[in-house]
């Protein structure tokens, strides 16, 4: 940190935007009763008891003649499935509101649908704050869904992932040998433990049905890109380091949870009815697991740990084939 | 959502914890000199030209004769690892200062060391809001750190972890087929693929010193908890659902990898110097991988990720047994 003596604007709105926010819109109607939003981060609350909370807002902005006159206006904690409604809102537009459903709230100002939380405000104080105006509002109403919250940082949409107060350790170990360097902070441990108990759950569905882990990839990457060759599914299970064997498929023929079909001098394999229910247990299973565990997290922390996950999936993707791609890149014979 | 006639003041709370913030210390001196200090979460910027942020306070502080008389204040945006001291100083303790280290800033106002960003601030203006005092603050200084900050949303500490704004996905594909259940969305799949493509960074590692994953796993327990039997490192290997068998661990022998005491009746497997050696060239690769991928999130979102994998892992625990526990529980022969 070196202490920074005169003041350059990014440098400074960079600094600033380091502390975290929620997303908000503010609605009101201007004198014609036409519904006016903007999107603002400013929000945050004051005073229980009488209830306020402030927002502030450009001198420049467009819309300050509308909040200036018009006393009422809405919060919307905006969710994370609104992302886009937040940008919408946060540009110049005209029709921002076109084809948006909306609730009358007090004074008919606009409510938004599928928000985190909602306050509807009356403006107890308006107060200078430099290039924008403080407004001061007090709550008259407000709701709440379940929805988790959309977060910024640093200029970008974020979800917030809770931490327990007191952490979160696997081991009770008092501390770590000093020489040791395999921790459970290792992050390829925690996939790796992620992955294996997650697997565990299917392990015994899976042994009914005389499959491995490895033989429940072949059956869903057919389940999505069927009859293909001995090839093109080891193309799909590569990333797994183990390679799929003409003896496995055989044995999974035997089953009878795939077939064979010839094409010219290639063997295709297409998923059987069988095969398919198998696959869509397992599925079942692993949707039932990741249920009970969006339950113990929480929707939102579920939610930002599988953008987390695929972020780490990007960033160490080898280079592999889209399974969920309507043509198999290798294929010429779709 | 329904709307909410009454003011019930914890669903209020409820309702405006939604939103989330980031968490500040925010310092000053009292008549007497004394350091003063308090946690706010209620801090935001509001104007860039004069630079102006806010804050506000409660009338009943202890804290508030001291920031009404002393113009000057200061502003840290906490970072992650400063929970504790945010803890600290949102109780009532006489003494929070004890043993910090502190920089002196403008007008000798307190400068805590380690945050993500500290703005210097003298008063502009105190305004009214119901139970609590606006503080609008001119920035006289400020600089930033790269240490990624800490967040707070429904009365818990947070991570804000970034999603990119185009979103993130895998597949190219527009849509899935409807009847496509195994999606790139299912916690399984990313799991399973966050796992193996971490593991194809060490396997070429491997497989130069004739070994497989499972393999890697066993030198790894034996580097943390040494001189086990065969049954107490199935005991630590079982998540992965993979048995270690006596041949294996011969194979492991004979690579000079493991060697095999007697005690009493039970062999017992302790780690070779070569083993120990493999084994921590293994984790450096993996600790390389790490540092790659922390550069690519970023260290917050890196650390994000791991704290959600361990909230997995807890979720998911059948039960298994504390690897770094200095004793292990199946042994009686320590």
Redesign the interface.
């Given at each position: 940190?070196?202490?920074?003596?005169s003041?350059n604007?990014k440098?400074?709105?960079?600094?600033?935007s380091?502390?975290?926010?929620?997303v908000?819109i503010i609605t009101t109607r201007g004198t014609e009763g036409e519904p006016i939003g903007i999107t603002a981060n400013?929000?945050?609350?004051?005073?229980?008891?009488?209830?306020?909370?402030?927002w502030?807002l450009a001198k420049s902005a467009f819309s300050l003649s509308a909040f200036s006159s018009n006393k009422h206006w809405n919060v919307h904690?905006l969710s994370v499935e609104q992302?886009a409604l937040s940008g919408r809102f946060a540009s110049r537009g005209e029709d921002k509101f076109a084809g948006i459903e909306l609730d009358r709230g007090i004074n008919d100002i606009p409510l938004l649908?599928n928000?985190?939380?909602?306050?509807q405000c009356r403006t107890?104080?308006m107060?200078?704050?430099?290039?924008?105006v403080?407004f001061?509002g007090e709550?008259l109403?407000?709701?709440?869904?379940e929805l988790p919250?959309l977060?910024?940082?640093?200029g970008?949409?974020?979800?917030?992932?809770?931490?327990?107060?007191e952490g979160?350790?696997?081991?009770?170990?008092q501390s770590?040998?000093p020489e040791?360097?395999?921790?459970?902070?290792?992050?390829?441990?925690?996939?790796?433990?992620?992955?294996?108990?997650?697997?565990?759950?299917?392990?015994t569905l899976l042994q009914n049905h005389r499959l491995d882990?490895h033989a429940f990839f072949v059956l869903?990457v057919l389940?999505?890109q069927d009859r293909l060759t001995l090839d093109q599914i080891n193309h799909f299970v590569a990333?797994?380091?183990r390679e799929v064997t003409m003896a496995m498929m055989l044995f999974l023929e035997k089953q009878r949870y795939v077939a064979i079909e010839m094409d010219g001098e290639d063997q295709r394999f297409v998923l059987t009815a069988d095969g398919r229910e198998v696959?869509?247990e397992h599925?079942?299973v692993?949707?039932a697991?990741?249920q009970?565990?969006t339950e113990?997290?929480g929707a939102g922390?579920?939610q930002?740990?599988?953008?987390?996950?695929?972020?780490?999936?990007?960033?160490?993707?080898?280079g592999l084939p889209?399974?969920?791609?309507?043509e198999p890149q290798t294929s010429d014979a779709y």
């Open positions: 940190m070196t202490a920074t003596a003041f604007p440098a400074f709105r960079d600094a600033l380091t502390f975290t926010t929620g908000t400013s929000f945050n609350s004051v005073s229980l008891n009488p209830p306020l909370v402030l502030s904690v992302e649908h928000c985190t939380a909602r306050f107890a104080f107060y200078e704050g430099g290039d924008h403080i001061v709550v109403g407000f709701d709440k869904s919250p977060a910024f940082q640093s970008q949409y974020a979800l917030a992932a809770r931490k327990p107060r979160v350790r696997l081991s009770n170990a770590h040998p040791c360097s395999y921790t459970e902070d290792l992050l390829g441990y925690l996939a790796g433990r992620a992955h294996y108990q997650l697997v565990a759950y299917l392990r882990e869903s389940s999505i990333y797994t380091g696959s869509l599925v079942a692993a949707k697991v990741e009970d565990i113990k997290l922390d579920t930002a740990l599988k953008i987390l996950l695929k972020r780490l999936i990007h960033a160490t993707d080898p889209d399974l969920w791609q309507a």
